[in-house]
C-alpha cells in the first residue's frame, strides 16, 4: 500500500483519479471503501510513559510515588495486570503502537537505528482515511526529524538523511515532537558545565544553562520556540488540548498520540514537587519521584477536559510505558516483583502499567490477568471501527475488543520478542527466553511471575513446542524485513498509461 506522496511520485495521473474519486464517495471512504458513522467513530487517546516502572504507579500497588489521577484513571478503567511493551527499550515499541507489526519486521531493532519505513501503514494514516484528525504529541523517536539542523541524537548529522521520518511523514496532520530524549522541566535547557547528565533540580538561573541541543518540531518541519518552559509534560499537554478542543469544535473525530518523555533520564522537577519527596535518598530520586507526580496532573488535567468538552464518554484512551525502569543499579523505578528492568526481556523489562479507559463500552474499575501488549493497539482499533486491515501483511497483535467487552479470557495468539542477542515467546501460562547461544529457559508466570524457577529441564517437551513456534515467528519477522511484505514498486511511467 503506497502512501500519496509515494504515488504521486510515481504516478500523478492516479492521483487525480484517486481524489476524485474520494470527492465522489464521501469522505471516510479511502482505503476502507466505504464509510463508517460519526456514532461509530470514538475518539482515541494513546497515551505513553517512557522508562515508567510497573511498579511506580500507586494502582499497581506502588506506594512512594504520588499517582492520584492515573489511580483515579484506574478506577474507571479496565487494568491490565499483564501488559507488555512489544520491546525492553524505547524506540521498536513505539513503532508497534502505530502498525501492530513487531519491529523487527520494519528494521527498528533497538533505540536509535531505523526509522519508520515509508511502506508502512500506520494507525495515523488508517485513521486520517476514515475522516480522523490526527496529532502528535511528545517524544517521537521513530526517526529524525529534520535533515538540515543538527538535533538531538541523529538529526541533521550526515548520513543519517536516510532515517528522515517524521510524524507528519506518517500520517500525523498536527505536531509538537522531539526526536528522542529531552530534561523533564525546562525541556531545551542543561545546567552550564554540569557533572551529572542524569538528574538536576530545576534551574532557577537562566544564565547558569545551556542549550540541551535538541528541539520541538512542528508539522511544517519547523522548529517550535514558545511556550517551551517548565514542566515537560505540561508542556506536551498545552498543545495536546487544543487540538482536541479544535477538532470537538469542528465535530470531527480525533486520534492523539501523546507520548511522554518523563521519566526518561534527565530527570529534573521543579520545587513544588520535590517537595513531596523529602525523604528521597538523591538528587535523581527526588526529580524521578517528582517528574512522575507532575505527569500525572497532566493526565488528571486530560481526563478533565475531556469532561468539560462533554466528550469523555466518546473517548478511548490507553495508558502504558514503553518499557521497564532503567536498568542500572543506582536508578529509581519499580519493575514490581519481575526480574529484570530496561533491555531486559525478563518481566521487569517489558511488563509494563496498562490502562484502557472507554465510558459505557468497558466495566469500569475491573482489572484481567490477559497478556496484551502495544501491537494490539491497531487490530484492536480497527476491530472497533469494524473494518479490516488493507492487506494480507502480517500484524503481530491481536483484538483486544473481546477482552474489553468481557467475553475472552485467554490469549491464543503467543506474544514474541525480539531484542540484541535475546529472544522470548509467552503464552499464556508459559514464557521461553534465551540469550544469545545459552539453552532455552522456561517459566510458568502463573505460578512464578518473578521467573525465579527455571522449568525446561523439567518440561522439555514444552520448551521444544514453544521453541518451534517461536524460530517459525523468528523467520516471518526476517522476511517481512526484507521487503516481503511490501508491494513492488510499479515501473515507471507504467501507471496511467
Not at 515508567?52 to 478506577?75: C, Q, R, S, Y
Not at 523505578?333 to 525478563?346: I, V
Not at 480497527?382 to 479470557?409: K, N, T
Request: net charge negative; glycine share 10%; hydrophobic share 35%.
Amino acid at each position: 500500500m503506497w502512501r500519496p506522496s509515494e504515488l504521486q511520485r510515481f504516478a500523478p495521473g492516479l492521483m487525480c483519479l484517486v481524489v476524485l474519486l474520494c470527492s465522489a464517495i464521501g469522505p471516510g471512504a479511502g482505503l476502507w471503501g466505504g464509510r463508517t458513522r460519526a456514532a461509530e467513530r470514538p475518539n482515541i487517546v494513546l497515551m505513553m510513559c517512557d522508562d515508567l516502572g510497573w511498579g511506580d504507579v500507586g494502582f499497581n500497588g506502588g506506594t512512594i510515588i504520588k499517582t492520584p489521577h492515573l489511580d483515579a484513571m484506574a478506577k474507571e478503567s479496565l487494568r491490565f495486570t499483564r501488559f507488555y511493551a512489544a520491546a525492553p527499550v524505547c524506540s521498536p515499541t513505539r513503532g508497534s503502537c502505530l502498525t501492530g507489526r513487531h519491529p523487527y519486521r520494519y528494521g527498528i531493532y533497538f533505540a536509535n537505528t531505523g526509522h519508520m519505513k515509508p511502506e508502512e501503514l500506520t494507525l495515523a494514516e488508517l485513521l486520517k482515511d476514515l475522516g480522523y484528525t490526527t496529532g502528535h504529541f511528545g517524544k517521537w523517536h521513530l526517526g529524525t526529524l529534520t535533515t538540515t539542523q543538527r538535533d538531538a541524537n541523529r538529526g541533521g548529522k550526515p548520513g543519517n538523511e536516510k532515517h528522515y521520518s517524521p510524524p507528519q511523514a506518517n500520517g500525523f496532520d498536527v505536531c509538537f515532537s522531539t526526536e528522542s530524549k529531552v530534561p523533564t522541566y525546562d525541556p531545551m535547557w542543561k545546567p552550564r558545565g554540569g557533572k551529572d547528565n542524569n538528574a538536576w533540580d530545576a534551574l532557577t538561573d537562566r544564565s547558569q544553562a545551556e542549550p540541551y541541543g535538541t528541539a520541538y518540531w512542528n508539522e511544517r518541519g519547523e522548529r517550535v520556540t514558545d511556550n517551551l518552559d517548565g514542566d515537560d509534560s505540561r508542556v506536551i499537554m498545552d498543545r495536546a488540548i487544543p487540538f482536541i478542543e479544535q477538532a470537538v469544535e469542528r465535530e470531527q473525530p480525533f486520534f492523539a498520540v501523546i507520548w511522554f518523555h518523563a521519566p526518561h533520564l534527565p530527570v529534573v522537577a521543579d520545587a513544588e514537587h520535590r517537595a513531596l519527596y523529602p525523604a528521597a535518598p538523591s538528587v535523581r530520586h527526588r526529580n524521578y519521584y517528582g517528574c512522575i507526580t507532575a505527569l500525572d496532573e497532566q493526565v488528571g488535567r486530560l481526563r478533565r477536559e475531556l469532561r468539560r468538552l462533554g466528550v469523555a464518554k466518546d473517548t478511548l484512551i490507553t495508558f502504558c510505558s514503553d518499557n521497564g525502569p532503567e536498568g542500572k543499579s543506582d536508578a529509581p523505578g519499580s519493575a514490581g516483583p519481575f526480574r529484570g528492568r530496561k533491555r531486559s526481556l525478563y518481566e521487569g523489562g517489558v511488563r509494563v502499567p496498562g490502562l484502557i479507559e472507554w465510558p459505557g463500552h468497558v466495566a469500569a474499575g475491573t482489572s484481567t490477568d490477559f497478556p496484551a501488549v502495544t501491537s494490539d493497539y491497531l487490530p484492536t482499533i480497527l476491530d472497533i471501527l469494524d473494518v479490516e486491515m488493507v492487506d494480507a501483511r502480517p500484524i503481530d497483535g491481536i483484538s483486544l475488543l473481546p477482552v474489553l467487552q468481557g467475553s475472552q479470557a485467554g490469549r491464543d495468539v503467543p506474544i514474541g520478542f525480539q531484542s540484541g542477542n535475546q529472544i522470548a515467546w509467552m503464552s499464556d501460562r508459559y514464557k521461553i527466553y534465551r540469550s544469545g547461544k545459552a539453552d532455552w529457559e522456561l517459566y510458568d508466570l502463573l505460578a512464578d511471575p518473578a521467573e525465579s524457577r527455571d522449568l525446561a529441564a523439567r518440561f522439555p517437551q514444552v520448551v521444544e513446542k514453544m521453541a518451534s513456534q517461536a524460530e517459525v515467528w523468528i523467520a516471518s519477522c526476517r522476511a517481512s524485513d526484507s521487503g516481503a511484505d511490501y508491494p513492488p514498486r510499479p515501473e515507471p511511467g507504467a501507471v496511467g498509461q
